[in-house]
Every structure is written in structure tokens, then in C-alpha cells.
């Protein structure tokens, strides 16, 4: 079973996302780790009718890696937007947590 936990606070630090957990953990990414590891169905795929993920491979210029903004989604998700108008992944706050550790 996973920990309960909340994001207290996010910051940009550099070219990096700093993320400060209310169980008193901390994580940082960068800023291309976090677009590569978008969780959207255009980035990572969805299932087709029979079950099979089409992996798609998306192409990311040099805007793709400029994180523009975030917002908190419900008390549980990270949306954000992207320089290059990327902004369908919805990061739950235990993918974030996995994705730093």
C-alpha cells in the first residue's frame, strides 16, 4: 500500500523542478526528465481495440524542454505546459514520487 502524502511546494531551481512532499521527502527533476517521462496517451502510448499499447514516438524539439507553467489538478496531480504548447499529461502525485526515487 502506498504512503499518504501531499505536495507542500513546488519551485524552479535552474533548469530543474523542485518538489517538497508533506511526509517530508523532497524530489528534483529536470526539466527534459519530466517531458520524457510524459504520462499522456500522445507520449506514451494507449491500448488499441485489442489490448496492444501503440507506442508512439514523439518528436521534441528545443521548446519542448521550457517548462512555461504547472498547476495543481484536484489535490492529487501536476498538469503542466510546455514551450512548444504541450500540456495533456496529468503527472498523479505518486508517478512523481516514483519517478524520483
Not at 21 to 33: I, K, L, Q, V
Not at 42 to 59: F, I, M, S
Request: proline share 5%.
Amino acid at each position: 500500500m502506498d504512503k499518504t502524502f501531499s505536495l507542500t511546494n513546488a519551485a524552479v531551481m535552474g533548469n530543474q523542478l523542485a518538489l517538497a512532499w508533506s511526509d517530508g521527502e523532497e524530489n528534483y527533476y529536470t526539466f527534459e526528465a519530466l517531458r520524457r517521462a510524459c504520462p499522456c496517451a500522445n507520449c506514451q502510448g494507449e491500448p488499441d481495440a485489442l489490448g496492444r499499447v501503440v507506442r508512439p514516438n514523439p518528436t521534441l524539439g528545443p521548446k519542448a524542454f521550457d517548462l512555461i507553467s504547472w498547476e495543481t489538478v484536484g489535490g492529487y496531480a501536476l498538469q503542466f505546459r510546455w514551450g512548444d504548447g504541450h500540456s495533456t499529461g496529468l503527472y498523479s502525485y505518486q508517478y512523481l514520487r516514483n519517478l524520483g526515487d
